[in-house]
């Protein structure tokens, strides 16, 4: 079974930069696709940034292209979110999410094609 707890959120203007950490652990991280999605208040969960399991793979919503980058560190067993420029439609609670393990070297970006959820975290940008 794979926890997932992440960390980093906070309250920051526009303009400016947050780095979001998930810590995983029960599993053997690198064969794990990962991912962050994000939902607003009255909004449904939306995909933001994938990686496949070895982390030579990457996806980003196209909002956040340019400004967002995911990366996993396996030594760390934590997989991160860069969040630069930050822009006020970016306020959410973001979510670090977890594929079933795979050696495929595909990225996902659908809800459901995750099996395991962290708790959370709020991010807010201030114009």
């Known amino acids: 079974q794979v926890q997932l707890v992440e960390t980093g959120g906070g309250l920051v203007q526009a303009g400016g930069s947050l780095r979001l950490s998930c810590a995983a652990s029960?599993?053997?991280?690198?064969?794990?696709?990962m991912g962050w999605f994000r939902q607003a208040p009255g909004k449904e969960r939306e995909f933001v940034a994938a990686?496949?399991?070895?982390?030579?793979?990457?996806s980003y919503e196209d909002s956040v292209k340019g400004r967002f980058t995911i990366a996993k560190d396996s030594a760390k067993t934590t997989l991160y979110l860069q969040m630069n420029s930050l822009k006020t439609e970016d306020t959410a609670v973001y979510y670090c999410?977890?594929?079933?393990?795979?050696?495929?070297?595909?990225?996902?970006?659908?809800?459901?094609?995750?099996?395991?959820w962290g708790q959370g975290t709020q991010v807010t940008v201030s114009s």
């Open positions: 999410s977890a594929h079933r393990p795979t050696f495929s070297s595909t990225t996902y970006v659908q809800e459901n094609d995750y099996a395991y």
């Open positions: 029960g599993g053997t991280f690198s064969r794990y696709p």
């Open positions: 990686i496949s399991g070895s982390g030579g793979g990457t």
